[in-house]
Nanobody, 127 residues
């Protein structure tokens, strides 16, 4: 009965910022790497970024590197995605996902091994 619930999406203008939150009910939250994926109409689900179990390491897709930042608060079982300098290409449904493991996060780009997923939150950026 693990639940992941995203929030914080909305409609913004190009150049604006948003912060997404993903609250989870995972009891052993620090045993999981936490990632964000996104899916736009006509596209496959795309890796955005991932953060290691203790927040010590992050890895990002080239398309968002330098603009997006993932963080986590293990005391609150919550992961965040800070999105700056948004543009129209960032428009998508954003999903939070959890993967059990403490490996190197550069190997965590595939969506298939992830154990739990949220329902998604819509981000729309107008140009």
């Amino acid at each position: 009965q693990v639940q992941l619930v995203e929030s914080g999406g909305g409609l913004v203008q190009a150049g604006d910022s948003l912060r997404l939150s993903c609250r989870t009910s995972i009891r052993t939250f620090s045993s999981y790497a936490m990632a964000w994926f996104r899916q736009a109409p006509g596209n496959e689900r795309q890796f955005v970024g991932v953060i290691s179990w203790n927040g010590g390491s992050t890895y990002y897709a080239d398309s968002v590197k330098g603009r997006f930042t993932i963080s986590r608060d293990n005391a609150k079982n919550t992961v965040y995605l800070q999105m700056n300098s948004l543009n129209a290409e960032d428009t998508a449904v954003y999903f939070c996902a959890a993967r059990l493991g403490r490996g190197y996060v550069s190997n965590y780009q595939s969506p298939d091994p992830y154990d739990h997923w949220g329902q998604g939150t819509q981000v729309t950026v107008s140009s």
